[in-house]
């Protein structure tokens, strides 16, 4: 009979062990898996940053196609336009994509000098017109060329120096990128001088005001030091390949007929820059 109590009392003290231990759990919250938090909006408007660079261009002689205008019965035989060294401007909205990736839209504004024109121009008698034929070379002129470039570019930063875990130190990369787009380049030129050969008519002169759209593709080297997480400064080569872009018309200082296709061959420009972007 003792034996049975106490067997009894046993097992009644272990069920209710094991019903205190089942109630002490009841409410509590069991383990789970970590959640990694999407990123704030302060995190992500400190990837956004805003990047600028002010350079020397470079544009090469620029040679105009080779052209025969039935209308106007003109040919214009190889003419180039020199041009003078420029001054290159650019402003980027972008964002870090990684701590070494960025995509960035970009714009800004190259301008160029005229250095004076050079070549052949033709005119063809015409059946009412009084003019004679007759061949003239270009020489001189004067003005100018703009670019304003809306390019979407990708960079990658290769870090040459590190900065240390937790502080703010500078820190230097290597910057290699590159993107596509498109240039408007105008044209405001005039005084071209016109002479024509053997004398037949009196010298003109000719000058050519418009612009037109290239599809342009760059790549980019440079090397970047960081100031801070914030602030960086630089210095950048781009190299700048576009097709052919229209001038619009050449106007005479007599009363000779418009020439409407002046139209720039293929070229390739170059600036060097100093850079700054800034990360808000």
């Not at 898996?33 to 704030?40: E, F």
């Not at 970047?224 to 960086?232: K, P, W």
Request: with cysteine.
């Amino acid at each position: 009979m003792t034996k049975s109590c106490t067997t009894t009392s046993v097992l009644a003290t272990v069920l209710a062990g094991g019903t205190a231990h089942a109630q002490s759990t009841v409410g509590t919250d069991a383990p789970q898996a970590p959640v990694l938090a999407p990123a704030s909006a302060q995190e992500f408007a400190n990837r956004v940053y805003i990047g600028t660079s002010l350079g020397a261009a470079f544009l090469p002689k620029l040679k105009i196609s080779d052209e025969f205008e039935t209308e106007a019965a003109y040919g214009l035989t190889d003419v180039g336009l020199e041009t003078d060294v420029g001054a290159a401007f650019t402003i980027a909205l972008g964002i870090h994509a990684t701590e070494n990736f960025s995509l960035e839209v970009q714009t800004g504004m190259t301008w160029v000098g005229f250095g004076g024109a050079s070549g052949e121009l033709s005119f063809l008698d015409r059946v009412g017109d009084p003019t004679p034929a007759f061949d003239a070379t270009l020489s001189g002129g004067s003005g100018s060329f703009l670019q304003v470039p809306v390019m979407a570019n990708a960079t990658w930063r290769i870090p040459l120096t590190k900065r240390a875990p937790g502080t703010d130190d500078t820190s230097i990369g290597l910057i290699l990128g590159g993107g596509f787009g498109a240039i408007n380049t105008g044209a405001d030129i005039s005084g071209i001088d016109v002479a024509p050969i053997g004398g037949a008519v009196p010298d003109y002169t000719m000058s050519i005001n418009g612009n037109g759209w290239s599809w342009a593709a760059q790549a980019r080297v440079g090397l970047d030091i960081a100031l801070s997480s914030r602030v960086s400064l630089g210095l950048e080569y781009r190299l700048i390949g576009l097709n052919e872009a229209d001038l619009g018309s050449a106007d005479f200082s007599e009363d000779l007929d418009r020439f409407s296709d002046i139209t720039i061959e293929t070229f390739i420009e170059q600036t060097i820059s100093a850079t700054l972007e800034f990360r808000f």
